[in-house]
Nanobody, 119 residues
Framework: HVQLVESGGGSVQAGGSLRLSCGAS????????VGWFRQAPGRSREGVAR??????YYVDSVKGRFTISRDQSRNMVFLQMNGLKVDDSARYYC????????????????WGQGTQVTV
């Protein structure tokens, strides 16, 4: 059974930075696809960034500002968020796939409880 736990959320002024962390426990491979999603009140959940192998992908709205990375030795994935905007305010979720997901819409098997980011 895989468990994901996010941390690092908080309140920050526009232009500031936060670093989100996602720790995984259970039987998940170190190079599994891991993604960050967010959901603001009244809005649909959207994928923000994902990492698979040595490749990382970002939604257009965060390109150049957010960076996803992983530490396989600690089974951790991070989301460095710089230049935060009010529109980035949301609850951020970490998710992992046991296979290769289809973008952000399908194939995500494990989810954390989320961490709140307020800008």
């Amino acid at each position: 059974h895989v468990q994901l736990v996010e941390s690092g959320g908080g309140s920050v002024q526009a232009g500031g930075s936060l670093r989100l962390s996602c720790g995984a426990s259970g039987s998940i491979y170190g190079d599994a696809c891991v993604g960050w999603f967010r959901q603001a009140p009244g809005r649909s959940r959207e994928g923000v960034a994902r990492i698979l192998g040595g490749n990382d992908y970002y939604v257009d709205s965060v390109k150049g500002r957010f960076t996803i990375s992983r530490d396989q030795s600690r089974n951790m994935v991070f989301l460095q968020m710089n230049g935060l905007k009010v529109d980035d305010s949301a609850r951020y979720y970490c998710a992992a796939a046991s296979g290769v997901p289809r973008g952000y819409t399908d194939g995500w098997d494990y989810w954390g409880q989320g961490t709140q980011v307020t800008v």
